[in-house]
């Protein structure tokens, strides 16, 4: 099972940062989404106009057993004297799950726009109330010269009391989820579109 440093754990390593740092990155996650408004409202309309087409083609129509009294004059010559109602599909069937290559290949305007791209898909998705989750993934890099799976406690370097090698050669970090609140969610867009959290959790190596 490869380990998973959570959310929760990145938010905690990232709110030992400098003060002066927490205020660049809150000025940049402000600036971010004021920026990227319009372009998130785009896909959340387009999404919601093709949803409803969708939606409406799949509509059925059913008797419901009840009659329809203005009808009840045409008993002799039809058979359809029943209220009918109209059935939508119900429930939700899709979830996004996103994985970003979190090695040193990546560095600079690679990571830069994968970020970008991750970060707007997250805001599309909270819009749209479809289930997400972003992670990245590495082999295990550094959290300011420590290696994450050193502050990691769910991190088990064995499996069934032998070493799990495929443990020590990848772990995922949990950048964005449906499962933050806003306030955690644009805490994170900060850190990321910053990159600060690029150099808090070292870039490591693509895991093989």
């Not at 000025?27 to 106009?49: A, C, H, P, T, Y």
């Not at 305007?109 to 991750?118: F, H, M, R, W, Y």
């Not at 998705?125 to 997400?132: E, H, K, N, S």
């Not at 959290?143 to 406690?153: D, E, H, L, P």
């Amino acid at each position: 099972m490869t380990p998973v440093f959570s959310y929760k754990n990145v938010l905690a390593e990232l709110r030992t940062l400098a003060p002066v740092i927490q205020e660049i990155m809150a000025d940049q996650s402000r600036k971010f989404i004021q920026r990227n408004k319009k372009k998130v409202s785009q896909l959340v309309q387009q999404f919601e106009m093709r949803k409803a087409a969708d939606l409406y083609s799949r509509i059925q129509t059913a008797k419901t057993g009840s009659l329809n009294t203005s009808r009840l004059s045409q008993y002799k010559t039809s058979n359809d004297i029943f209220l009918q109602e109209n059935i939508l599909p119900r429930g939700q069937n899709h979830g996004m799950i996103m994985l970003l290559d979190w090695s040193g290949s990546m560095s600079g305007s690679k990571i830069e726009g994968s970020l970008v791209q991750a970060i707007q898909l997250a805001q599309f998705c909270r819009m749209t109330q479809i289930p997400y989750r972003v992670f990245a993934f590495s082999s295990p890099g550094k959290i300011n010269g420590t290696c994450y799976a050193s502050t990691n406690q769910s991190y088990d370097w064995y499996a069934n009391g032998k070493p799990n090698h495929l443990m020590k050669e990848c772990v995922l970090l949990e950048l964005l989820s449906d499962k933050m609140s806003s306030s955690e969610q644009s805490y994170m867009v900060g850190a990321l579109v910053s990159r600060y959290i690029t150099r808090h959790f070292q870039l490591g190596s693509t895991p093989l």
